[in-house]
Nanobody
């Protein structure tokens, strides 16, 4: 089972950038499709992007062209580069297995001011 620890969130102005990192322990990390999820206040958690063990990526329409997911299997780490951030991207961001998440970590708060 993958145990995620997310970091890299913060407060940024609209149009800015952040890079999130997720350190995921678990010896089978390299075989897992991993995803970044987010949950805004009062909304359900949603899958933002995912990446297969082979590096194939999928993105939610609202972040296409702005966000890039990547992974380093040797470091058991997943990244989310977020550019051109919008206030609507404000949420707690989590990484987990996709599409069937296992144990959730604490997440990292991303706040985008207008």
């Amino acid at each position: 089972q993958v145990q995620p620890v997310e970091s890299g969130g913060g407060l940024v102005q609209a149009g800015g950038s952040l890079r999130l990192s997720c350190a995921a322990s678990g010896i089978i990390f390299s075989f897992k499709t991993m995803g970044w999820y987010r949950q805004a206040p009062g909304k359900q958690r949603e899958l933002v992007a995912d990446i297969t063990s082979g590096g194939r990526t999928t993105y939610r329409d609202s972040v296409k062209g702005r966000f890039t997911i990547s992974r380093d299997n040797a470091k058991k780490t997943v990244y989310l580069q977020m550019n051109s951030l919008k206030p609507g991207d404000t949420a707690v961001y989590y990484c987990n297995e996709a599409p069937n998440p296992a144990q959730w970590g604490q997440g990292t708060q991303v706040t985008v001011s207008s």
